[in-house]
Nanobody, 116 residues
């Protein structure tokens, strides 16, 4: 059974930091690129960051560059999102996503709220 379980969300003040974690199980984690998405109320889900299966390459949405860092541990089957200099507009539900050519898995999401 495929599972992606996010954790680490919460309430933080503007300018603060949070580290999200995603625990993966039920599939061959090291073969999948991993993504973090987010969805704010009334908005479409947007891609935040991507890391390749081996962890050698990362990419970020423009508004997250320099503030967010995605990483992974292919031994522990974990992916992380370190977020710093958080802004109220970063408030959203953050989702972990595992994607290969044939499969696309999602977690249930974790709420991040940034107060001004």
């Amino acid at each position: 059974q495929v599972r992606l379980v996010e954790s680490g969300g919460g309430l933080v003040q503007s300018g603060g930091s949070l580290k999200l974690s995603c625990a993966a199980s039920g599939f061959t984690f090291r073969r999948y690129a991993m993504n973090w998405y987010r969805q704010a109320p009334g908005k479409e889900r947007e891609l935040v960051a991507t890391i390749t299966s081996g962890g050698g390459s990362t990419s970020y949405a423009d508004s997250m560059k320099g503030r967010f860092t995605i990483s992974r541990d292919n031994v522990k089957n974990m992916v992380y999102l370190q977020m710093s200099s958080l802004k109220p507009e970063d408030t959203a539900v953050y989702y972990c996503n595992a994607r290969s050519v044939n499969y696309d898995y999602w977690g249930q999401g974790t709420q991040v709220t940034v107060s001004s």
